[in-house]
């Protein structure tokens, strides 16, 4: 599966943006897919997923209540909506899919093993 991810920009602290991750392949509606962001001299870090088989929903203590994943298997595409953003959620965003993830691993990059490119968020104060 390849994996492209768009829907970045520049926004305002208290804003929102939604980012896509546009998905080709077949049968996308098995991956499990996950949100990763990386700030400048930071490790990259889990911030969402959702699970390819029922679509269960996780989230880093960072962004849970302000973030919210779902998916549109009909379009091969996961969205993250970000709202009330913090000028500390600037970063690249990367979607990535698995289509063997087992729930232990769901925050765990190198458990994912399709990347798209990343999309830059950039949150002003």
């Known amino acids: 599966v390849q994996l492209q991810a768009f829907g970045g920009g520049l926004v305002q602290a208290g804003g929102s943006l939604r980012l896509s991750c546009a998905a080709s392949g077949r049968a996308f509606r098995t991956y499990s897919v996950g949100w990763f962001r990386q700030a400048p001299g930071k490790e990259r870090e889990f911030v969402a997923a959702?699970?390819?088989?029922?679509?269960?929903?996780y989230y880093a203590d960072s962004t849970k209540g302000r973030f919210t994943i779902s998916r549109d298997n009909a379009r091969n595409t996961v969205y993250l909506q970000l709202s009330s953003l913090k000028v500390e959620d600037t970063a690249v965003y990367f979607c990535?899919?698995?289509?063997?993830?087992?729930?232990?691993?769901?925050?765990?990059?190198?458990?994912?093993?399709?990347w798209g490119h990343g999309t830059l968020v950039t949150v002003s104060s």
């Open positions: 959702t699970r390819g088989s029922g679509g269960s929903t």
């Open positions: 990535a899919a698995s289509q063997t993830l087992i729930l232990s691993a769901v925050t765990i990059d190198t458990q994912y093993g399709y």
